[in-house]
């Protein structure tokens, strides 16, 4: 089954304990995405890749880092977490420009 | 500085009934705009999707009608039914530096009672 997959999908942690959120798409596409989403506010891009090694920034990058070492996986890591990370994670890819974009289940945060 | 309003937040619609969901954009470079359907728990799914190049597009019960001069986009669900019971959100798409950028609306909780 073509599919994105999160890990874990529930977190709570404390401030400045280091996390990885895991992302993994099984459909060979070339780019993908890490959103949050807070209410009202919508889905924000925080970072994005067109293929590996090729990562940058989107709308709100503060805080996070990401890394592209192979096609299918695509890990969010917050190296000094704090509470205003407290959100919806989604991860989402696409095969290439003009492609449908599948997200994953979603992974909620909680800084305490 | 927020590039996709969407109205209303939340929508309550008898079923049978058609529920619309609005959007407003100010990019005019904005070249596509497709709508996303999210279930508790679950991660947003593609519904349905339009350029700018046509007015209408419909899909089963979904359409969305488009008005370039005015900068508007739509979404219309015919005969709603429980099952349509989601957040939707409205998307508009540009490319940025060989990124399909994707700006998203801020979602409207749509219930459909029976």
């Known amino acids: 089954e073509a599919q994105v997959t999160q890990n874990p999908r529930y977190l709570i942690t404390v401030t400045g304990k280091k996390l990885t959120v895991t992302c993994s798409q099984n459909?060979?596409?070339?780019?993908m995405s890490w959103y949050r989403q807070d209410p009202g506010l919508g889905l924000r891009q925080i970072y994005y890749s067109m293929n590996v090694e090729v990562t940058d920034k989107g709308d709100v990058p503060e805080g996070y880092k990401v890394s592209r070492k192979e096609k299918r996986n695509f890990p969010l890591i917050l190296e000094s977490p704090s509470p205003n990370q407290t959100s919806l994670y989604f991860c989402?890819?696409?095969?290439?420009?003009?492609?449908?974009?599948?997200f994953g289940p979603g992974t909620r945060l909680t800084v305490t | 500085q927020q590039q996709v309003k969407q109205s209303p937040q939340s929508l309550i619609v008898q079923k049978g009934g058609i529920s619309i969901i609005n959007c407003a954009y100010e990019?005019?470079?904005?070249?596509?705009f497709p709508w996303y359907q999210q279930f508790p728990g679950k991660g947003p799914a593609l519904l349905i999707a339009?350029?700018?190049?046509?007015s209408e597009k419909k899909e089963g019960r979904f359409t969305i009608s488009f008005n370039k001069s005015a900068k508007q986009f739509s979404l219309h669900i015919m005969d709603s039914q429980p099952g349509d019971s989601a957040t939707y959100f409205c998307?508009?798409?540009?490319?940025?530096?060989?990124?399909?950028?994707?700006?998203f609306g801020t979602g409207t909780r749509l219930t459909i009672i029976p």
């Open positions: 989402a890819s696409r095969p290439g420009l003009g492609g449908e974009q599948y």
């Open positions: 998307a508009a798409s540009m490319l940025v530096f060989g990124n399909e950028k994707l700006t």
């Open positions: 339009i350029r700018p190049d046509v």
């Open positions: 990019n005019t470079a904005f070249d596509y």
């Open positions: 459909m060979n596409h070339e780019y």
